[in-house]
């Protein structure tokens, strides 16, 4: 329905890819090497555990390699944001109860996130539940322990990765994370600290790519002139690749590069972290 206001081109560029195999939570649990520093919960979502499980498992192998131990609790679901971005507030606190439940009795140093508009509606499940009878306190507790896996990381001390990556990159952000959550400086730390990496920044890096939920969607000729002057501004850098932390911007980033003829290839950070740590054979994590 959302999309009959696209031409046939416009839908098929804004189709994620899919990765072969979903990551299902069935309370995994995935330990490092040697003794653990600490454990984790991750949160899974929607779009991270389908179309970019292949991400989500690039962030369990990243975690790993920082030496937590993991724990994809069962019985989670979508975080509701996209439910709070559309004012169905209802419907939204119905699927965050679920998560309330699945992740209050998680004995966890912080929930991981790896999606930037799922950690901004996550992170205000106190608010978003104050008034819940019997649960205002567990979501507060909740929503207190998340953390974006780039703000975990340079919080906790990460163990830079060894493993060269000979790309020039630029890094965009999402408005989810360096406005809603304030984390800016620590995805760049991040992918400073690769060998090889050579970080360069594009021209209005913290401005709206078109995204924004189902905007892009909903909105579609305002949402394209922002994903064009996006555009502009990562092709003007040189770089051979860029580098996000949020589904909804990776997508309108690929279809407009793809819109532009330059299909530069689109990468969440972690992945790029984790081609640097080449944990693949490793890790028990495929």
Not at 1 to 24: D, N, S, T
Not at 88 to 109: I, S
Not at 139 to 162: I, K, Q
Not at 194 to 202: A, C, Q, T
């Amino acid at each position: 329905g959302l999309l009959r206001g696209l031409g046939l081109a416009e839908r098929e560029r804004m189709l994620p890819p899919i990765a072969r195999r979903f990551l299902v939570p069935r309370g995994q649990v995935w330990h490092p090497r040697g003794s653990p520093r600490g454990r984790v919960a991750l949160f899974a979502g929607c779009v991270m555990s389908t179309a970019y499980a292949n991400v989500t498992r690039a962030t369990i192998r990243v975690l790993l390699a920082n030496g937590y131990s993991v724990v994809l609790p069962a019985g989670q679901g979508c975080c509701g944001a996209l439910h709070v971005h559309a004012g169905l507030l209802d419907g939204g606190r119905a699927l965050m109860r679920r998560n309330v439940e699945a992740f209050a009795t998680q004995a966890v140093d912080a929930i991981i996130v790896n999606a930037a508009g799922c950690g901004a509606v996550l992170k205000e499940y106190g608010h978003l539940l104050a008034g819940a009878p019997g649960l205002a306190e567990r979501a507060e507790a909740v929503a207190g322990r998340v953390r974006d896996v780039s703000e975990f990381l340079v919080e906790r001390g990460w163990t830079p990765p060894t493993g060269r990556l000979e790309r020039t990159v630029t890094y965009q952000e999402p408005c989810h994370l360096t406005h809603a959550q304030g984390i800016k400086t620590q995805p760049r730390a991040l992918l400073r600290s690769i060998p090889g990496l050579r970080l360069v920044e594009m021209a209005e890096a913290d401005l709206c790519c078109g995204s924004a939920g189902v905007y892009n969607i909903t909105h579609p000729e305002l949402s394209g002139a922002l994903r064009r002057r996006k555009v502009a501004n990562i092709l003007a850098t040189g770089a051979e690749m860029v580098a996000s932390a949020n589904p909804g911007c990776m997508l309108q980033l690929r279809a407009g590069l793809d819109e532009a003829g330059r299909p530069l290839p689109v990468r969440h950070l972690v992945e790029l972290l984790d081609a640097a740590y080449d944990l693949r054979s490793s890790s028990g994590v495929h």
